[in-house]
């Protein structure tokens, strides 16, 4: 086996649900998530890879993810087509109102512009810095500090409203 089959096992082996998860909190859908991972893999071990290791690999891949994602959503007006398919959250007086589930947290993600969701999953989930998730898309800390804030306003009011009726 070559080394950069080695390392593509290992790391889908080790790192592959991680990848998937990661995809997952970037389009809200399983599997376009899965369509994006392995994408990215073919991607990433689709050229030359000599010296590869498997933390550079992961590395690669989840850059990959982004890039794609992003170009994706880009492309395509997707979310233009089907924002009247999000359903509305239904009314009821509970102790679950307190708690968001995750089908709310994807709603409210899939709300937000493809850029506002990179920055909130590389802030929130991936622990970045604001200076890291710059880094990361490539942009100002200052724009990413303002892609945090918009997507805190277009959450805040999707999110906020199930603690209130708890209150």
């Given at each position: 086996m070559a080394g950069w089959e080695r390392v593509l096992a290992d790391l889908a082996e080790?790192?592959?649900?991680?990848?998937?998860?990661?995809?997952?909190?970037?389009?809200?859908?399983?599997?376009?998530?899965?369509?994006?991972?392995?994408?990215?893999?073919?991607r990433t071990f689709g050229r030359t890879t000599r010296g590869l290791t498997?933390?550079?690999?992961e590395a690669y891949v989840r850059r990959a993810i982004l890039t794609l994602h992003i170009d994706g959503r880009r492309r395509s007006g997707r979310w233009a087509r089907v924002r009247h398919l999000v359903a509305t959250r239904d009314?009821?007086?509970g102790p679950e109102r307190a708690v968001v589930d995750g089908a709310d947290l994807r709603s409210a993600l899939a709300a937000l512009s493809p850029r506002q969701r990179a920055c909130v999953v590389l802030h929130y989930y991936e622990d970045l810095s604001v200076a890291q998730v710059a880094d990361v898309l490539g942009c100002a800390p200052g724009a990413v500090k303002r892609h945090l804030s918009d997507a805190r306003a277009r959450l805040e009011p999707l999110l906020d409203d199930s603690r209130e009726g708890s209150r």
């Open positions: 080790t790192r592959g649900q991680a990848l998937l998860r990661y995809a997952y909190l970037l389009t809200g859908d399983g599997a376009e998530a899965a369509d994006l991972v392995q994408e990215a893999l073919l498997l933390e550079s690999a009314v009821s007086d």
